[in-house]
């Protein structure tokens, strides 16, 4: 089974890298359309951490993962 996540990497106000996951991107995302979306999210502080709140931009990527199962339940 293929899954993707696109994942959100913040700074939060320790200086650490907080991750928020979005299951099922859309498959045409733009990285303009991704910074805004990320800007709006430290704009209005829609999220915090147990950093803190967050504070910057650090990078944006989407994760393809392909589980094949040997033995199923």
Avoid: H, W, Y
């Amino acid at each position: 089974m293929l899954t993707k996540r696109l994942e959100l990497i913040f700074q939060n106000a320790a200086g650490r890298r907080t991750t928020l996951a979005v299951q099922d991107p859309r498959d045409n995302l733009t990285e303009a359309e991704v910074r805004a979306a990320m800007e709006l999210i430290l704009d209005r502080n829609i999220f915090t951490s147990p950093g803190g709140d967050l504070t910057a931009i650090v990078g944006a990527r989407i994760v393809t993962r392909d589980v094949t199962d040997i033995i199923a339940a």
